[in-house]
């Protein structure tokens, strides 16, 4: 009766808590990503014991019990508990166990189905719901993110939470052509997606430097433009079902009419100038196009979608359509002869002449065509997908038309940009000039990893952790946007993220090891820790880089939003506003500063043994020189003695100078310690 009571009350005064999302004090309770639509919490705590057991109804979906399954030895994993029950079956009776699982019905895999879900959490027991075995999966997760622990074991907090996600598209694009990425790669990522509720795999499967998946209708396609990387169809197949059980879709992406060097290498007779091709193995935007023009180009076409729409069950499939410059075209008399018959004025209305043909065989198939803003045209029927990755002004345009989007502008995590930037890019922002129909045609967003500077041995630190951020954007609530909380969040989830097999966090550490030939790591690690890769696609500008080059050096290691610099420009920042110094603040700064200008010293003795460090040498010393400028700048304003304008002068200039990039990488801790010296002269 006493809990009868006290769960009337909570759902009676439920409704105060409408907007419960803006609530610190409960967002700090909670370490959820992405948070929950509706949380209520309770009073008390369900005590996890070896007899904890978990239910699932007689006619429970293979993936639901799957997937308690997995969830069951996940929790086994963290806490050491020897469950008695062993084995999550369908054929348990309901009434005595701790957890009860239950849906409606099987969820379809595709665009729109229901993902909500229930979690009521009691004293005594715990109970799931949703309409469909989808919303369990996504249930779950937010249950496994709920447990803690205390001194007398663990447990999960009393809590009634209702959820569903804000957009129903919510991806992850992950390039395995300009790099390969092997199958465990996809796997592993794969179930990082599912952990933050991701529900698209965009599978990009060719490009110019590589044909990754078995064609059996034209096999020189991967026989002769992969160098032997590809996916064969049993390990697509394999793939699509792993995404399946995890309630993922996979979406493959096959590049076209531009991006097609490696589909020439064995069917020259598709470009529109003659061969011989070569796999590409640089980068950038090459001139080989098909030619748009010939009959056979869309024979071949038909016959390879027929075999592709066969192998990929999902309704959608994605057309590239990007980055197509027009010289191969122009340079052809034949193309420019077919334009004037047929009284087309340019490339771009010649491209859309072969989108509208590519899109008549996809719909033959059964398929809905996905293609980057580039395919947005007045001829083209608005039944496709555009996906923006240019602007927000394509996706807003195409809104506008009639067109369904995603976004993809601001998700660029191959970007290296940091957390917070796409934390806050939303597909509809306060202030959207779009009407609320309009608006219904944003299906939502994908992050997109590109692969030319990744290895399958880092990419996962360039996904990880900031696409559960972007996962959040994409599911929770838009007034959701506490960054300091959100990074909170992050570090929580990120280690969370490990059980699962990701390396974002365990190949720091190995590549360091490798980096100082097997050296004490700490001193690397130091500086590592205050550096990222440059920003954007620069890494070209300082290097030749080729699909051959290596991707194991200082800038490959370090990482995007390095967190320790981010902490002490917080840090900095916090101890600089009007009325907020502190002495631990002070002495927190100075610890930092002390070990980075006593660091160079023991990092030039591991330089000496790995020349493979020498290109960062110059900024190991730099670190020690800007850190003994931000001691003397703290010193300073810690004294109360403004220093002379000439120092402060000649400092900047120093600091100036330090932001140069070495190696590809850059020290991020510059801008607090400018902070400094800009205030000692105060």
């Known amino acids: 009766m006493k809990l009868a009571i006290i769960f009337f009350y909570i759902i009676l005064f439920s409704f105060f808590v ?61 806490t050491g508990l020897f469950f008695s029950q062993g084995k999550v079956q369908p054929e348990q009776s309901l009434s005595n166990a701790s957890m009860i699982i239950s849906c409606q ?82 796997k592993r990522n794969l179930d990082g997606m599912a952990a933050v509720k991701l529900n698209v795999l965009h599978w990009h499967l060719t490009e110019d430097q590589g044909f990754r998946v078995e064609c059996r209708s034209f096999p020189g396609l991967h026989e002769q433009g992969s160098d032997g990387f590809y996916y064969t169809q049993a390990q697509i197949k ?36 003659p061969g011989p091709y070569t796999i590409e193995r640089k980068w950038g935007i090459k001139d080989p ?16 979608f027929k075999e592709m729409t066969q192998l990929f069950p999902d309704d959608y499939l994605h057309i590239g359509g990007d980055e197509v410059n027009g010289k191969q075209w122009d340079a052809n008399p034949e193309i420019l002869a077919f334009m004037k018959a047929q009284g087309i004025p340019d490339n771009h209305d010649l491209q859309s002449n072969f989108n509208k043909r590519v ?46 989007g995603i976004l993809s502008n601001g998700y660029y995590i191959d970007l290296i940009q940091p957390t917070d930037f796409h934390y806050l890019t939303d597909p509809l922002p306060e202030g959207s000039p779009l009407t609320d129909a309009e608006k219904r045609h944003i299906l939502g967003g994908e992050a997109t990893m590109w692969s030319e500077y990744v290895s399958f ?77 440059v920003k954007h696609y620069r890494r070209g500008e300082f290097n030749d880089y080729t699909s051959f080059s290596p991707l194991t050096r200082v800038v490959d290691v370090a990482r995007p939003d390095a967190k320790v610099a981010r902490i002490f420009k917080k840090l900095v920042s916090d101890y600089l506003a009007p009325e907020s110094k502190t002495s631990q603040q002070r002495s927190a700064i100075e610890k930092w500063l002390e070990l980075w200008k006593e660091n160079h010293a023991a990092l030039s003795e591991i330089i000496k043994a790995s020349p493979v460090l ?36 000649e400092k900047l200039d120093i600091l100036e100078k330090a932001k140069n990039p070495r190696g590809e990488t850059e020290l991020m801790i510059l801008p607090a310690i400018e902070q400094l010296v800009n205030h000692s002269e105060k």
């Open 289 to 304: 196009a098909m030619d748009p023009t010939r009959e056979e180009t869309y024979q071949f076409l038909d016959t390879f």
């Open 105 to 186: 019905r099987r969820g379809a895999l595709k665009l729109n189905e229901d993902e909500s879900y229930e979690l009521k959490i009691t004293l005594e027991k715990i109970e799931l719901t949703a309409e469909t075995d989808i919303g369990v999966l996504r249930g779950l997760e937010t249950f496994l993110q709920l447990l803690q622990s205390d001194a007398k074991g663990y447990f999960f907090p009393t809590v009634i939470i209702k959820d569903q996600p804000r957009f129903p598209w919510r991806g992850l694009l992950i390039d395995a052509c300009r790099h390969f990425m092997p199958v465990e790669v996809i």
């Open 359 to 404: 899109l008549q065989i996809l719909a033959k198939y059964g398929k809905k065509l996905v293609g980057w803003d580039e395919i947005l045209h007045p001829d083209m029927p608005n039944n496709i997908v555009i996906q923006s990755w240019r602007g927000r002004e394509a996706l807003i345009e195409s809104a506008q038309k009639g067109y369904q």
């Open 18 to 78: 409408t907007a419960i999302i803006k609530s610190k004090e409960l967002k700090n309770e909670f370490n959820l990503m992405p948070f929950p639509a509706q949380i209520v919490p309770g009073l008390g705590e369900f005590r996890l014991a070896d007899s904890f057991a978990i239910a699932v109804s007689p006619d429970a979906s293979g993936r639901l019990v799957a997937a308690a399954n997995r969830a069951f030895q996940r929790l086994a994993g963290r």
């Open 457 to 533: 041995e880092t990419i996962d630190s360039r996904i990880w952790p900031r696409t559960a951020a972007i996962a959040e954007r994409l599911w929770s609530p838009a007034p959701l946007q506490d960054i300091d909380d959100m990074y909170r969040r992050l570090d929580i989830i990120s280690f969370r993220l490990e059980e699962l097999g990701l390396l974002h966090e365990k190949n720091y550490e190995m590549m360091l090891r490798r980096l100082t030939n097997n050296q004490n790591i700490q001193p690397l690690k130091t500086l590592v820790d205050v550096l990222e890769p």
């Open 238 to 273: 394999e793939v699509i079902d792993y995404a399946a059980d995890r309630g993922i879709r996979v979406m493959p992406e096959f590049d076209i009419p531009g991006h097609t060097t490696s589909w020439f290498v064995a069917y020259p007779e598709l470009a529109s100038a």
């Open 614 to 649: 020498r290109e960062i040498e110059s900024l190991s010393k730099d670190l020690s020189l800007v850190a003994s400028i931000g001691l003397a700048a703290l010193e300073s304003i810690e004294q109360r003695q403004p220093t002379n304008p000439n120092w402060v002068q």
